[in-house]
């Protein structure tokens, strides 16, 4: 059964630096998605990416985040200068088209240190 | 703005009992869908149920089905004979339906579900 892939499982960084978040989604979907979840505490939506563009970003994705699909199967988020605030699971989901149900990956678990 | 409300923290349920997880959200819109994921400890997010608005109809998946309530803006879940293997953290969704849009999922507080055997 097809899966959305992400990788690392667990990252461990230190403030300030740069961490790339990776994501394959499955292969014939065309709506991609980064969601955020602090430890014990709901599912936020971060920004969707549709036809190689942001279609909608939430206020907690500002400049330090961006999201990237340069090869046409990896979907990427960027943050340039991770904070403490930033430890979180981050969720890539995926959607083959506007009506169909998303499909999560498992999950990156980033330890801001 | 959208908004779904899960008021129930943590409930819990005998093994081969059937329990409820309450859900509500607020919307102006007439197109949407709701969903109900389970979250168990790996993290994993896992799509139990979604029900589209339009339907009338409650959706079911064998043990677990809904009582969607349109007016009322209710969407809750029943698990029937509750299996340990149901134990997680359950979270009520909602999607806006506008293909425009990024179709994005809210979620709620969620709802730890405990199974005593």
């Known amino acids: 059964e097809p899966e959305v892939t992400q990788t690392p499982s667990h990252q461990v960084t230190q403030m300030g630096q740069e961490v790339i978040l990776r994501c394959v989604p499955i292969?014939?979907?065309?709506?991609f998605y980064w969601y955020r979840q602090i430890l014990g505490q709901k599912v936020e939506f971060l920004v969707s990416?549709?036809?190689?563009?942001?279609?909608?970003k939430s206020e907690i994705f500002d400049d330090q985040f961006s999201v990237e699909r340069p090869d046409g199967s990896n979907f990427t988020l960027k943050i340039r200068s991770t904070k403490l605030e930033d430890s979180a699971m981050y969720f890539c989901?995926?959607?083959?088209?506007?009506?169909?149900?998303?499909?999560f990956g498992q999950g990156t678990r980033l330890t801001v240190v | 703005a959208q908004t779904v409300t899960q008021s129930q923290p943590e409930m819990s349920v005998q093994e081969a009992e059937t329990v409820t997880l309450s859900c509500t959200y607020d919307?102006?819109?007439?197109?949407?869908?709701l969903f109900w994921y389970k979250q168990p400890p790996s993290r994993q997010m896992i799509l139990v149920i979604r029900?589209?608005?339009?339907?009338?109809q409650n959706a079911t998946e064998n043990r677990f089905s809904v009582n969607f309530q349109k007016a009322a803006k209710s969407f809750s879940l029943k698990i029937s004979d509750s299996q340990l293997g149901d134990a997680a953290m359950y979270f009520c969704?909602?999607?806006?339906?506008?293909?425009?849009?990024?179709?994005?999922?809210?979620f709620g507080a969620g709802t730890i579900l405990r199974v005593k055997s």
């Open positions: 989901a995926s959607r083959h088209d506007s009506v169909s149900e998303a499909f």
């Open positions: 292969s014939n979907h065309l709506y």
């Open positions: 990416f549709y036809n190689n563009e942001i279609s909608e």
């Open positions: 919307t102006s819109e007439s197109d949407y869908y």
């Open positions: 029900q589209e608005a339009y339907k009338q």
């Open positions: 969704a909602y999607r806006y339906l506008d293909p425009e849009y990024g179709n994005k999922l809210v």
